[in-house]
């Protein structure tokens, strides 16, 4: 694996005093970098590097200036002896070859590149780097270059194990890449070193949960290191300005947000420095999911604690504090402050909602409404009204120092009129920020509100909640990145599964999917397999809503025919997503539905002939489904079976299929006459040994001439359902209306709602397609097995507890009669509900 080789800068042919060539021997967000002097004459510029020890270079990083840009970087490596002199001459260099760099016009000279190269792995203990003329633009006026970073990886020679020479695809640490270490704050970065080498401890002692959980907490502290870093930025800032009061404000800020951060992830438990800890290799509420991190205070939060609390100032502390009992765990460092303010709010909680007030007096307060109702103590002295002075421009100072991407412009805010109106322009403007972690920052107060609303009941009408979170989801659902996507698919299942449901106008919810339901199709055909599956699962989730269910508002936009010219990742992710809800919701009568046989057979039809192969053999599944409820449709829409059309080889592998489910149908009804026809027989020959006598006695009423008399009360079995008519009631009630049994799709087959998934996977025609799911315990489709792990109700089964396939909720091992009979306990998915005893 490959590692950061050390080294310092040994020589540079020109250098800015304010920006000397040793700025690239360390690596930090506050690290300046090294740029020549102003219209300097030397060409070329070069700058000679040392490695502290000779290593094997196998790749060498580059991270240029935003507008300080040579055209191209040469690269030289020298192996020198022990006794060689320290400057080699540059006759002993070997050219490696040249980087060329973009000229940044694109980004308007706000970014910076980074470069990464692999090279052959050589032995090499210099590298000497010659830079280009530079490129002209209006910000480079003096005509210099400059570079922020250099990193070498390579391997130690004493960690060689003498192979072929090739270049190792793998990093023995994420801290030893330059986009790591550049743009994350020390401290952070330490800890993450040693979290990691505690992984691959892990890893190899099979500790498998708290390998998880060490892997969670290093992406989260990542994200809140990038965060201390830009703070520490910001800091440096204001030393150079020699605004101290600012620069005391970062200070603090950056104490009590990473202290909070290292409270939160139980960094200092997941350490070990006095030993294992039994509790990591067990389930955490704070690891169950991706770990929600603090959120961060802003200066004047930071002021108004240290003007309350001038006792409590904070001083630099380590992340955790020896106690004085031998044995005793460590406690993380936690300052009392945080526990008002600090803390980031636990994913069942209500989160801040930016200039929305509390008008509920019955609702827990925020403690961040704590802090802004509270009334600031009179100021009594000069030095209490000279710091405040100091303290006026914070705000000016954390904008600039986060950038101007909180700032909207007229157009942003008159499209975000109704949310700016809602959640507050501190919400909604994390969703307008460039900042990738800004806009996951903001889905996830947007996703508690949506799960909790009673933050904003009675302020708000629901419906005027749905139409804003709608708004900015439109916006979040076209992200480019990934993890910001992520984001936001699960608020928008939390708002068609949490907050929508009983409570929104049907006309709010078909806008609600008209607005997300066409991004969402166009991501589900998107080239990356984890956004395109994420898409799906979120449109089946949106389907799934009981709300959507009534207005047929997503199977119509799936099962539209599919054009040979639609893209194959596209039409396949639709096919499949209908072939889903056709296993899910069936197959229906309802002509608005798209779930009936005539609209299934035109998709499916459609699809056969499309040029992609696995849109074919999707779509013939789908034309299976729909042959066993209305064969007669399915051949009408295809040509005639004949020798001639079996010749093509689609045709006959899907005539062959038909053939197999028609001879299957034969031999269940010829089986089912012949049970009949011996039930009457036997019924027949045990008539005619009765005896008249016994008859009468048997049947009093029609000895008596009651001409109902023949007729016997039936009940059902199973839900106790009776009827005062003949056997033939019972057989329909059977077959349509008893809540605790149900058809099976594939078959037709009826059976008991317990005995589903054994019946898919053990005696269904179509058992070889099904799987039971270890986790939940369900029958799934193979080729959607991937796709049910994402659904939140794939859950762990508890201890004495089955789980129901048609709603997915845990039950009592007996309970499945409750669960269907009982009005309090029905379930949610069983379409027989309504019809129970009579």
Request: aromatic residues 6%.
């Amino acid at each position: 694996m490959a590692k950061k080789i050390p080294f310092s800068v040994i020589f540079a042919t020109d250098e800015d005093p304010a920006f000397p060539a040793s700025e690239l021997n360390s690596h930090g967000p506050t690290v300046q970098g090294w740029r020549t002097s102003a219209n300097s004459s030397v060409q070329p510029q070069e700058l000679i590097l040392k490695f502290h020890y000779p290593a094997r270079v196998c790749r060498i990083q580059v991270l240029g200036h935003q507008f300080m840009i040579p055209d191209r970087i040469e690269l030289w490596l020298h192996n020198a002896p022990k006794d060689s002199p320290t400057t080699p001459s540059s006759q002993n260099f070997e050219y490696l070859g040249f980087i060329v760099l973009s000229d940044n016009s694109t980004s308007q000279y706000k970014s910076r590149e980074l470069q990464s190269v692999t090279v052959t792995p050589r032995m090499g203990s210099h590298l000497k780097l010659r830079m280009g003329a530079p490129y002209v633009n209006d910000f480079n006026d003096a005509h210099q270059v400059a570079l922020i970073g250099i990193n070498v990886l390579g391997m130690d020679p004493v960690d060689d194990t003498g192979g072929p020479l090739v270049a190792p695809e793998t990093l023995a640490s994420i801290c030893d890449c330059l986009s790591f270490s550049m743009y994350v704050e020390e401290t952070i970065c330490d800890v993450v070193k040693e979290l990691e080498a505690k992984k691959h401890r892990a890893v190899i002692e099979e500790r498998f949960e708290y390998a998880r959980k060490l892997k969670l907490c290093m992406t989260a502290l990542r994200s809140a290191g990038e965060r201390l870093g830009r703070y520490a930025l910001a800091k440096r800032q204001a030393v150079t300005q020699e605004d101290f009061a600012t620069a005391r404000l970062r200070k603090e800020q950056i104490e009590i947000y990473r202290n909070a951060v290292f409270s939160q992830l139980e960094v200092e438990k997941l350490l070990e420095k006095n030993g294992q800890v039994p509790e990591n290799d067990l389930i955490s509420p704070v690891y169950v999911a991706k770990p929600v991190l603090p959120s961060p205070l802003s200066l004047q939060e930071v002021a108004i604690l240290l003007l309350h609390d001038p006792k409590e100032q904070h001083s630099p502390k380590p992340p955790s504090v020896k106690t004085s009992e031998p044995g005793k765990q460590d406690e993380p460092y936690f300052s009392p402050q945080l526990s008002k303010i600090g803390r980031s709010p636990s994913r069942n909680s209500p989160t801040n909602t930016g200039s929305l007030r509390r008008r509920n007096k019955s609702a827990p307060r925020n403690s961040y409404e704590d802090y802004e109702e509270r009334t600031l103590p009179t100021l009594r002295t000069s030095q209490t009204n000279e710091f405040l002075r100091e303290c006026q421009s914070t705000a000016e100072v954390e904008a600039n120092t986060r950038g101007k991407f909180k700032v909207m412009n007229d157009r942003e805010k008159r499209q975000a009129a109704l949310p700016l109106l809602v959640f507050g322009t501190e919400l909604v403007e994390l969703f307008y920020s460039k900042q990738f972690q800004d806009r996951e920052e903001g889905l996830t107060r947007l996703r508690n509100i949506l799960r909790n609303p009673t933050v904003i009941e009675g302020t708000i009408g629901p419906n005027k909640v749905a139409r804003s979170s709608t708004l900015l989801l439109y916006r979040a659902v076209r992200d480019a990145v990934f993890s910001v996507f992520s984001q936001a698919a699960e608020t928008v299942r939390a708002l068609f599964v949490d907050f929508i449901p009983q409570r929104i106008s049907a006309n709010e919810v078909s806008r609600c999917v008209d607005r997300l339901l066409p991004e969402l199709l166009a991501k589900s055909g998107d080239p990356s397999p984890r956004i395109h599956t994420l898409a799906q699962h979120t449109i089946l989730s949106i389907a799934s809503c009981t709300e959507v269910r009534q207005q047929n508002l997503v199977a119509p936009a799936l099962s539209r025919p599919v054009g040979s010219g639609t893209h194959p990742r596209l039409a396949l992710s639709r096919i499949q997503m209908l072939e889903q809800l056709v296993l899910s919701q069936g197959i229906s009568t309802d002509k608005q539905s798209g779930l009936t046989c005539r609209s299934l057979t035109e998709c499916g039809c459609s699809g056969i002939h499309h040029p992609s192969e696995p849109v074919r053999k999707v779509a013939e599944r789908v034309l299976l489904l729909v042959y066993r409820i209305n064969p007669r449709l399915i051949r009408k829409q295809l040509p005639p079976d004949d020798d001639i059309t079996r010749r093509n080889l689609l045709y006959r592998q899907l005539f062959t299929e038909f053939d197999k489910i028609d001879k299957a149908r034969r031999s269940e009804m010829m089986e089912s006459l012949r049970d009949e026809q011996a039930e009457e027989e036997e019924g027949a020959a045990f008539g005619e040994s009765w005896d008249v006598e016994e008859l009468k006695v048997s049947l009093p009423n029609m000895a008596n001439g009651d001409k109902n008399g023949c007729k016997e009360t039936v009940q059902c079995s199973f839900c106790d359902w009776t009827c005062e008519k003949d056997g033939a009631q019972l057989d329909k009630h059977y077959w349509k209306t008893c809540p605790i049994l149900m058809k099976c799709p594939q078959c037709q087959c009826v059976l008991e709602v317990s005995a589903y998934s054994h019946h898919l996977t053990n005696e269904c025609e179509a058992k070889e397609s099904y799987v039971i799911c270890k986790r939940c315990t369900e029958a799934v489709h193979m080729e959607l097995y991937q796709l049910h792990l994402l659904e939140e109700y794939c859950r762990e089964l508890p201890t004495g507890k089955v789980r129901c396939p048609l709603c997915h909720e845990n039950i009592p091992e007996n309970g499945w009669k409750k669960h269907f009979l009982e009005p309090t306990h029905f379930c949610r998915g069983n379409s027989r509900r309504r019809n129970g005893k009579k």
